[in-house]
């Protein structure tokens, strides 16, 4: 496997055949004994994606100062671009980030300056399907723009390495409160991840684990007062208060390959999409305890005064399954970890 950026043609191909393969194998053993969802209501298509560029939509982000704009963006392989997405479905404008390479986008998020009140946009290039193949990932940040044109962005670059080894992510949030950044591993036991709270960019920034995800999350998004967070899998999604402090599942409409979520700005509904052509988007609504508080708790500042805290923090160790017991996880493993083999053999024998 190969390291610092490049890997070999056969690692290439054996990830390529692996990636739809692995997508249909969770799905098909995990789906019916994942428990039942607490709120069961599915939502209803809020619009369908026409833009013939975006192909591979695997981030979604709400603007936090455009009225009705969602943010998405491609996968791997694309143009460094963000599209701004209306209501209708068609895009208002693309915008590129300069100096950007787009490996392997995988999610987004949207904060606003709290000294200029401007929106903030978050890109995260943290996919690793191979576990290993880069020495670090990356995350972009740029100004939103003020009109909704094409325009090119500049972008600051902030690289990251987890503490703990590398691995493959696909889900990016961002404390509105705090402005601080969580990277929410893609893994059969997954993990969050907490960045320091001041990001340099003259150095690799670590990210050091802070509590458990669910299987194979393909995204999260914090709530836009910070009170809560939501991590999205294949299967549904589940709002936490903090780490390891579930508040409620919530369950999410059927999808060729569910891949981004976020909330809307009242933070009452989900919305969530799915990669391919004329993609659609889904709002869901919360259960009302799942909602967005409106008195946040808070905690004390040196000054005296106070500010709210929802910061997550490391939490006591849980199986992070979304009830799925640890004998089943260890199964799906052994199950995958077969299918990959003979993938490889496969993969390693057509390049014969």
Not at 113 to 136: H, M
Request: proline residues 8%; neutral net charge.
């Amino acid at each position: 496997m190969a390291r610092m950026g490049t890997s070999r043609p056969g690692a290439d191909r054996i990830a390529r055949i692996a990636r739809p393969v692995m997508i249909v194998l969770v799905a098909s053993l995990a789906g019916p004994l994942v428990p039942a969802s607490a709120h069961a209501d599915d939502g209803h298509r809020l619009f369908t994606i026409k833009d013939s560029r975006i192909t591979e939509s695997s981030g979604l982000a709400v603007s936090p100062t455009h009225k009705g704009i969602v943010y998405t963006h491609n996968d791997s392989g694309g143009s460094p671009q963000v599209f701004a997405v209306g209501p209708d479905g068609r895009t208002r404008a693309a915008f590129t980030l300069a100096g950007a390479t787009a490996r392997d986008w995988e999610g987004m998020a949207a904060t606003t300056d709290p000294k200029t009140g401007r929106g903030v946009l978050w890109i995260g290039d943290i996919g690793d399907n191979l576990e290993g193949a880069w020495s670090d990932i990356s995350v972009y940040k740029v100004m939103e723009p003020r009109t909704m044109a094409d325009a090119t962005l500049p972008a600051i670059r902030y690289r990251f390495r987890y503490k703990d080894g590398a691995r493959n992510a696909e889900g990016l949030m961002v404390d509105p409160r705090t402005n601080r950044l969580y990277i929410v591993s893609k893994e059969f036991s997954g993990s969050i991840y907490q960045a320091p709270a001041k990001l340099r960019t003259d150095q690799v920034n670590v990210l050091r684990r802070v509590g458990p995800a669910p299987i194979m999350a393909t995204d999260a998004a914090f709530a836009p007062d910070g009170s809560s967070f939501v991590i999205r899998t294949y299967f549904s999604a589940t709002v936490y208060r903090s780490p390891g402090r579930q508040i409620a599942r919530v369950s999410m409409p059927p999808l060729d390959q569910a891949e981004s979520i976020t909330y809307t700005r009242d933070g009452a509904d989900l919305l969530t999409g799915s990669e391919g052509e004329d993609s659609p988007v889904y709002e869901v609504p919360l259960p009302a305890d799942a909602r967005p508080r409106v008195t946040p708790t808070a905690t004390p500042r040196p000054d005296g005064t106070a500010r709210p805290d929802t910061t997550p923090e490391a939490a006591p160790a849980t199986s992070g399954d979304g009830g799925v017991s640890g004998l089943m996880i260890a199964l799906w493993a052994a199950v995958a970890a077969g299918a990959i083999g003979v993938i490889a053999l496969i993969a390693w024998r057509t390049a014969r």
